[in-house]
């Protein structure tokens, strides 16, 4: 799973700190490093058996996604979806999205995403087995289970 959103960043020279420019603004920004922060640091960022991914990572992201009081001033609920999904690490997560290792986290993903489909048409972009096909993307946007 590549979580990434419309989003514009570049290296600074004069710091080493990665800038984002989300298309909703910083509170985007915020909630895109909580979702990278969570990729890499639930299980520590291994899939679960069997599959591509890491189905806690995925719950907590999807419930995140699902659940944010999206009104004037976005609240993400990360307690509650730590909570249903069971994410353990929690505080590991949230120290981490208000640390530079979150910017870093957020790059990686992005070049993943720009290697999948540049430049980026939609979100979401639902790649299978690290191949972007159009027809797999819309059908799983409708009819995915």
Known sequence: MVTYFFLHFQMQ??????????????????GNKIQACALRL???GLPSEGLGF?????????CLMDRADKTAKVVFPTTECALVNPVSNLQDIENCANHTDAANYLSVL??????????LKSVPTIVFNGEYKQSDNDLAQTQFR
Do not use: L, R
Request: glycine share 8%; aromatic share 12%.
């Open 13 to 30: 020279f004069d710091i080493t700190d990665w800038k984002f420019e989300c298309h909703h603004g910083e509170i985007e920004c915020y």
């Open 42 to 44: 639930i299980d520590k």
């Open 54 to 62: 890491n189905k806690v990572a995925v719950g907590f992201i999807n």
């Open 110 to 119: 992005g070049k993943a995403t720009e290697a999948i489909q540049k430049p």
